[in-house]
């Protein structure tokens, strides 16, 4: 996945809105919070970082293009970076994405969530 696809794709999910921000990275947000960035490589290859389930990041911390993610994991938070591309299916990031922005989304308050439309049954 590149930049642009990357960007597409998140804009694609609901309720989300965009900066740039900590050094030029791409910041995805929903409810104000963050749920993606894009940038952030040790490489000049692109390097997408997303929230997880305790259960994901446990798998994907030993699992081949991914890592815990630099400044968050450090900190105790559930966050991993993919960062080779090579290693990784374009439909297994998307998945984590779309993950990441659930698990953000449920942390809203409920008048929040309701009023940007998200997990309404």
């Given at each position: 996945?590149?930049?642009d696809s990357f960007?597409?794709f998140c804009g694609?999910?609901p309720?989300t809105?965009?900066?740039?921000?900590w050094?030029?990275?791409h910041?995805?947000?929903?409810?104000?919070?963050?749920?993606a960035?894009?940038?952030w490589s040790?490489?000049?290859?692109p390097?997408?970082?997303f929230?997880?389930?305790?259960l994901?990041?446990?798998?994907?911390?030993?699992?081949?293009?991914y890592?815990?993610?630099?400044?968050?994991a450090?900190r105790g938070?559930?966050?991993i970076?993919q960062?080779?591309?090579?290693q990784?299916?374009?439909?297994?990031?998307?998945?984590?994405?779309?993950?990441s922005?659930?698990?953000v989304?449920?942390?809203?308050?409920?008048?929040?969530?309701?009023?940007l439309g998200l997990n309404?049954?």
């Amino acid at each position: 996945m590149d930049y642009d696809s990357f960007n597409k794709f998140c804009g694609a999910l609901p309720a989300t809105t965009y900066v740039v921000q900590w050094g030029n990275s791409h910041v995805w947000k929903v409810g104000g919070k963050v749920f993606a960035l894009g940038g952030w490589s040790d490489k000049k290859q692109p390097a997408f970082t997303f929230k997880t389930s305790p259960l994901n990041f446990d798998f994907l911390s030993d699992y081949l293009g991914y890592k815990p993610a630099p400044y968050f994991a450090n900190r105790g938070m559930k966050w991993i970076q993919q960062y080779d591309s090579k290693q990784v299916k374009h439909e297994e990031l998307c998945y984590y994405l779309s993950e990441s922005h659930r698990i953000v989304s449920l942390g809203l308050s409920k008048t929040k969530q309701k009023e940007l439309g998200l997990n309404q049954l």
